[in-house]
C-alpha cells in the first residue's frame, strides 16, 4: 500500500500536465484530413499567402472547440509566416462599445509594434490609426487578424465597428481577416443589412462531438503510457468517487433547507398534528424562509411590492416535487414525518 | 531548347541598345498575360546591335529614348573636371535653360522657360523643375546613376554597348540577355546558334552549366582587351550609385544641387539578396542626400513593376522597383505608389485635394513631399524615439508608422505561380477594382452630367442628389467612378479644379463630426464641430474666406445618408440648405438604402434634398452574370452555367453584386481545396487536372454556406437529452396550441417518456442546463435559468425544421413515433 502512494502521485502529475496543456488536449484534431482544422487552415492560409482579405464566421454550441481550433491555426500560421502576421483579439464581452473596441484595437497595433500609446487619443483619432495601420501592415505584406470573441454582441447598436472593419476589407491596400467566433447561430442574421452586404458569409459550424469523439478523446487523455507501470483503472476508479462523493454533499444540502419549510402557518399545523419532538421559533423559521430565497431555491412570485414587508410576499417554489422526493429519500436524518407528509400530497 | 512551351507566360521585349530599331522591336514584342501584377517573371530582351538613325527631335514621347542620344560619350559628365564646372560657367555648351518649377499637372499650360536669365538671379537659393546641365537634360523625379568618390576607378568610360561575351565585340547584330548574368550574347555566338529571340526565360549556355552544378570555363577575353563595364553592370556590382531626384536648385555660388532619393541595389541590404529578387532589382531607400549635380553621371529608368512589364524601348539601363527600403529599420515595404494607381478606390478624397494643391501653388519651397519623407522630420524622429508622441495621437501620427515594415520580404508573395484558381479568387475579391464596371452606364452618365454641370456650368444652386438602392448596387462604386473619370479629364486639363470630399456616415464618430470633417477638408484646421459648423455657414452665406479651396466648386458625397438624422434633425437640415446660399459652390450627393428618406424627413428638409433622385435598382441576373464573366476574362476556372446558376440565385434572392461575387469566390475555394487535399493525398503529378474548374456543385455549397441557417446541423448532432427536449416541445407546444411551453411541464414529459423507453433518466437540473445550453444558440428561446421551473420555453425555429432533424436519429429510435 506504500509502495502505492507514489505511483499514484505520479500518475496524477501525469494526468494533470496532460489536461492542462491545450496543446495536447487538441491534438488528434490536427491529424485526420477533413475537419474544421483544416478548412479554416485552408482559408486563412490562402488569405496570408494570396493577400486577399477574408472573413470568417465560426459557429457552433459552447464547447465545441471553436477557440481551440483557431487557436491551433493561428498557432501553426505563426510558424509558418512568423513575420507577416499580427493578431488583435476582442471580445464582445468587453469591447462591445464601439469606442472602447477601436481603442483596443489601436492598443493592441501599438503593442504589436512597439509604438507608443495613448489613452487620450479621441476615437475618431483611434480609427484613423487603425486604418493608417491596416495600409501600412499591408504594403508590407503583414496580415492583420482580427478576433472577435461573442461576435453577436458586437452586433448591437449602429455596428459601426464591425462596419468600418468590413469596409476597411474591400480596399486594395489593406490586408486582414476578421474572425467571428459565436455560439449564436443566427449570428449573421444579426448584422445590418449594409453590414451584411460586406461579409463575406464564410461560415464554418462546429458541432458537438459525438460520443465516440469524445470517448476517443478521453482514451487519449486518460489512458495512461504501457511502460509507466501503472494500473489503468486507477485513475477512473478515482474519479468515480470523487464524483460521487461531491454529489451527496450538494443533496444534503439541499434537504437541510429544505427542512425548514416556508410558511410559517402550515408549519405550525404540521406541529400541531404530528407533535413532533424538534419545534422551532418563529424568527428561526423566518430565518430559514431567507436562507431559501438566498439559495434561490424558491422566489418571490412577481417583482412588484418591493415595500412590503417580506414575511407578507408572496414566494413560489422553484424546484419541482419530484425533485424533493428524491433529496428526501436520500437524506437519513430526514424526520419521517416529513416524508409521509409528502407522500400523502402526492397521493391526494 | 525551345523554352517556350513552358506554361508560364511568356514576356518577350526586344530591347534595342542604343537606339530604337523598329524592325527588331516589331519581331518580338508580343505582349502577353500580364494579369497576375504580384510576380514579375523576369524578362527577356533582345539588344540589336544597329547603327544609330538619325537623332530624333525630342517629342515628350520619346524623351526618354532621345535622351540618351543627346549625350553621346565624349560628352560624358565624368570627362570634365569637377571644380571646372562651377568655376568657368561657359562650359556647359547649349545653356542650361532654365524652366521655372511649376508643378502645372496640364501641359496645356505650358511651363514656360525663363532662358537666360540665371546670371542676374538674385543670391538666394533658386529651385528648379528641370535643368539642362551639361547636356543632359534633368528634372525632379528623374533617376540617375550617380558616381561614387570612391570608387572612380574606371568611372571615365561609359561604354554605351556591351560586348559579347563571347566574342567581345559590340557590332554584329542582334544581341540576347541572358536572364541569370544580364550577360550580352550575339545570337550566333551561342551554341548552338538561336536564330532569333527566343520567348520566355533564357540562359546563357554558362549560366545552365552552373546551375547544373558543371564547372564550366566562361570564355576569357582576348589578352590585351580590358572588359568594358556598362553603368548598368557597374551599378549592380556597387560601383556606381542610383538615385531619384527630389528636387533641383542652385546655390547662391552657382552651383547646381540636388536632392535625391538613393536606390539601394539587394546585396547592400540587410537581409542580403534573397533568391526571389531579380537581377534588375533595386530598392527605394528613405535615405535622402545633397549631391552636387556633376556627380550625376546620366539617366536610367528605375520603375514599378508594371511599368517594368510594359517597357519595351528604354535601353539597357532599366531597372525594377517594387519595394521602399528603410534605412534605419532595415525592414521593406511595398511601395505605396503601386497601388496608387488612378483606379484605386484607396482615399481618393485625398487625391485632388492634392492636385488641386499643386496646382495653386507656384511657390518654391519643397513641400509637395509627404511629411513622411521629409528628412528633417525623420532626423527628429529618430533622435527623440517619440517621447509622448503616441503614435493613435494625431500629432505623433508621423513618428510611429515609418516602423512597420517587414524584416524580408517572404518568399511567397513574389515566386508563387498562380493557378487559374487562384487568380479566378484574386480578380473575385471585393477589394480588386475590375478596369470597367458594365451595367451601370445610364446611371454614371446620369451622375457625371450633374457634377459636370456644378462645376463647369456653376449650376450649384440649390442641387442636390440622392441616390438610393439595395447594398450592393453599386451606388459608391459608380460615383467614385465618375469622380475618377473627372479627375482625370481634369488632370489632361479640360475641367476647372474642383474639390470633392467623400464623407461616411457610419464611420462618423457622433453625426455632428461631420462639420469637423468638412472644415478641416476645406481648410486644413481641426477646430470643434461647432465653430466648424459657424465658418462654414458663414463661408457659405456671407462668403468669408476659409481656405483656398474652399472656393472652387466643391462635390460633397456623403454616404449612408440615414446615419446622420438626428432627433432634430438639425445636421442634414443644416448641411443641406448650404447649397441654397448665395454665396455656396456645392452640390451634395447623397447616398442612402431606403427610396423614402426624403419623406421620412421634416418637410423643410425633403423640400431641399428629394428633387433630383436616382435609383439603383437590384441587379438582374444577366447583369451580375455580366458582371462576373467580365472579371473572370481571359482565366478559364468557371463553368458557364455554374456563373448563371449563381447569378440567377442572387439575383432571386437580393440583387447584391458583392454577395454574387463572394459566391463565386467561396466556390473557387472550395474547388481549390478540393485540388489542393488532392494534390496532398496523392502525388503532384497524378492529382487530376480536369477538376481544377468551379463547377455546379461548388457554387451550390457556396450558396448553401451562405443562405441557409445552420441549425438543422446542429440539431442533428445534439445530445441526446438535447434531441429529446426538442421533440419534447414540439409535442408539448403541439398539444397545448401555445407558443411557448413551461420548464415544468416540459421535464414531466421528458421523464414520462424516457421512462416508458427505459431511458436513463436525467437529473433535473441537468435537463436545465441543456435548456439553457440551447437557449445559448437560439435554437430555443428562454428566460433566465434562475428561474428554474417556471422558466418559459419557445422553438426559435419551425417545428417543421426539428421534426426534420430529428426524425431519423440513429442513437433514439423511438422518438419518431413522438413526432
Known sequence: MAAAAPVADQAQAVLRGRLCYPAIVHSPLRSSPDTNYSKLKYLVASSVSEACNNSVLLLGPRGCRKGAVLDMVLEDLKKEHPDAISMIRLNGMLHSDDNCATKEIARQLCLEHQLSFSKMASSDDNTDFMIDMLRECGLAHKTVFFVLEEYDLFAQGKQRLLYSL?????????????????CRLDADQLLEKRVRSRFSHRKLLFVPSSLDDIQR???????????????????????????????SILEDKEQNSYNFNS?????????DAYKTSDKYATTVCFRAFEHLLDRELITFADSKGRNVALEYRPVKLLISSRELAESLDLNTTCPVVLQKLLDRERYM | MDLSATPTPTRSKSKPKSSPSKTIAASAAPQMDFSTPSKPTPRRKSKSMASPPPMSPATPSTVRRSRRLLETPTKDLSETPAKDLSATPVKPKPTPTLKRKRAAPSPKTPSQAEPKRQRRLPKQRSYYRKVVYDGGEFAAGDDVYVKRREGAESDAEDPEQEDCRVCFRTSGGVMVECDGCLGGFHLRCVRPPLRRVPEGDWACPYCEAERAGRAIDRPKPPAGKRIRRTAKEKLLSSDLWAARIESLRREPDGAFWAKVRWYIIPEETAAGRQPHNLRRELYRTNDIGDIEMETILRHCFVMSPKEFRDATNEGDDVFYCEYEYDVHWHNFKRLADIDDEPETKEDPSDEPY??????????????EYDEEDEPATRCVARKNPSQGLAANSRTGRIYGLQKIGIRKIPEHVRCHQKTALEKAKATLLLATLPKSLPCRDKEMEEISTFVKDAICNDQCLGRCLYIHGVPGTGKTMSVLAVMRRLRSEFDSGALRPYCFIEINGLKLASPENIYKVIYEQLSGHRVGWKKALHYLTEHFSDGTKIGKKANQPIVLLIDELDLLLTRNQSVLYNILDWPTKPNSNLVIIGIANTMDLPEKLFPRISSRMGIQRLCFGPYNYRQLQEIITSRLKGIDAFEDQAIEFASRKVAAMSGDARRALEICRRAAEFADYRVKQLQVGQTPSSANRGNGVVCMGDIEDAIQEVFQAPHIQVMKNCPKFGKIILAAMVHELYRSGLGEVLFDKLSATVFSWCHTNRELLPGYDTLLKICCKLGESKIVLCEEGTKHKLQKLQLNYPSDDVTFALKESPDLPWLSKYL
Open chain 2, 354 to 367: 492634392n492636385a488641386d494643391n499643386d496646382y495653386v501653388s507656384d511657390t518654391d519651397e519643397d513641400s
Open chain 1, 166 to 182: 468590413l469596409d476597411e476589407m474591400q480596399t486594395l491596400t489593406s490586408q486582414a481577416v476578421v474572425i467571428g467566433i459565436s
Open chain 1, 217 to 247: 478523446l478521453m482514451e487519449h487523455l486518460l489512458m495512461l503510457d504501457k511502460d509507466s507501470n501503472l494500473p489503468k483503472n486507477y485513475v477512473t476508479e478515482y474519479n468515480s468517487r470523487l464524483t460521487v462523493s461531491f454529489l
Open chain 1, 263 to 271: 410558511i410559517m402557518k402550515e408549519y405550525r399545523s404540521i406541529q
